[in-house]
Structure formats: C-alpha cells, structure tokens
Antibody, heavy 128, light 107 residues
Framework: QVQLQQWGAGLLKPSETLSLTCAVY????????WSWIRQPPGKGLEWIGE???????NYNPSLKSRVTISVDTSKNQFSLKLSSVTAADTAVYYC??????????????????????WGQGTLVTVSS | SSELTQDPAVSVALGQTVRITCQGD??????ASWYQQKPGQAPVLVIY???NRPSGIPDRFSGSSSGNTASLTITGAQAEDEADYYC??????????FGGGTKLTVL
C-alpha cells in the first residue's frame, strides 16, 4: 500500500521561501501526478500544482509565479517551493498522488482525476 | 469558468439518504472525485470516476453525474459520516479545482 510522508519547516517569516518534501513509499513513481494541495485554517482546499515522473509540471495560475515543484525519482520524492510567502500562505499543506483515467463510451470520452493517498499534512505558519 | 460550487452545509437524519451536489463547467469534461475530511485529518477519497469507491469505503457512498452537476449520495447516513465533503475536477487546461466544501451534519 502506497504511503506518503511529508516534512518541512513549519514557521516562516514573510518574504521567506516555503520548502516541503514528500516521500513515496511502497509503490511505483511513474504514471502518476504528484501533487500539492493546501488548506488555510478553517477554509477549503486549494490545488497548488503537480509534477509527473518525467518532470512535467502544471501549476495553479494564481500561484504560478511563486511555485516550483520538483521530483527526485532516485529517492521517490517530490518537493514544493513557494517563494515570497506572506501571512496569506499560512495553511496546512498536503502532498497527494494524483491519477487520471479516461472513460470512453459511444465515441465520446470523459476524464476522471483523483487524489489518493494523501500525506499527513504540514502546518506552515507565516508570521513576523 | 473553472470554479466548482457546493452548498456550504447540509444536514440529514440518522439513517436517511442525503445528496451533496457540485456544479461547474469542468464537470462536463471530467468526472468529479469526492473527499471526506474530518476535523484535524487529511482528506480521504470516497468516490472517483464514473462511480468508483476505493477499498474500505462503505457502499452507502455513491456518485453520479449529469451535465455540469456531480452528486455524492450517502444512503443510510451514519453518525461517522459527519464531516466536510469536497468535490474536485480539472479544467480544460489541466488545472485542478476544488469545490468550497459542504459541511454534513448527521442529526
């Protein structure tokens, strides 16, 4: 059974760079979308971005200028960096494995995408 | 638009059936996935694809879709189903999007 374990600094000052790493245990690294998702205190989930095993990335347009997601396939790890953080970036950050599958019927196709499993979450607080 | 809209709160009597809905244009191209989140815990996948449940998810959870609306149905809600529920999809450029979440109260 695949498990994700994440770690990184939990307290940052404004303008610093957030850095988190997620290790993948017990499963293949290829064929998935390794993702980061965050949740501000008391609020909903926000998709940050993803990377596949070959290093192709896709980011939330609202964060794109500050986000870098990278992968180290030799260690089965992927990482998140978010630069120039402010208090608005205070959140629980989750890593997750994303998977996509097409469903085709009668000549038309529809996609399905889901996140499973998730890491345990890391609370990152930005405060001066 | 890549937004997904959910009702903020829904309640259901113990043992009854409840439907949680999610609306958005991206749902015409992608099936929604649904996540259950209890306080202080990471979200857990409960429904994905056309109507698939991961191992360990009770069969009282089911999913459906029509046009730009996806639904999560809990048939015979239990006290342990009280949680926040989020839908997720992707827009045409592959950007992920979550609904705002629905707080389910089991009375």
């Amino acid at each position: 059974q695949v498990q994700l374990q994440q770690w990184g600094a939990g307290l940052l000052k404004p303008s610093e760079t957030l850095s988190l790493t997620c290790a993948v245990y017990g499963g293949s690294f290829s064929g998935y979308y390794w993702s980061w998702i965050r949740q501000p205190p008391g609020k909903g989930l926000e998709w940050i971005g993803e990377i596949n095993h070959s290093g192709s990335t896709n980011y939330n347009p609202s964060l794109k200028s500050r986000v870098t997601i990278s992968v180290d396939t030799s260690k089965n790890q992927f990482s998140l960096k978010l630069s120039s953080v402010t208090a608005a970036d205070t959140a629980v950050y989750y890593c997750a494995r994303g998977r996509i599958k097409p469903y085709c019927s009668g000549g038309s196709c529809r996609g399905a995408f889901w996140f499973d499993p998730w890491g345990q979450g890391t609370l990152v607080t930005v405060s001066s | 638009s890549s937004e997904l809209t959910q009702d903020p709160a829904v309640s259901v009597a113990l043992g009854q059936t409840v439907r949680i809905t999610c609306q958005g244009d991206s749902l015409r191209s992608y099936y929604a996935s649904w996540y259950q989140q209890k306080p202080g815990q990471a979200p857990v996948l409960v429904i994905y694809g056309k109507n698939n449940r991961p191992s360990g998810i009770p069969d009282r959870f089911s999913g459906s879709s029509s046009g730009n609306t996806a639904s999560l149905t809990i048939t015979g809600a239990q006290a342990e189903d009280e949680a926040d529920y989020y839908c997720n999809s992707r827009d045409s450029s592959g950007v992920g999007v979550f609904g705002g979440g629905t707080k389910l109260t089991v009375l």
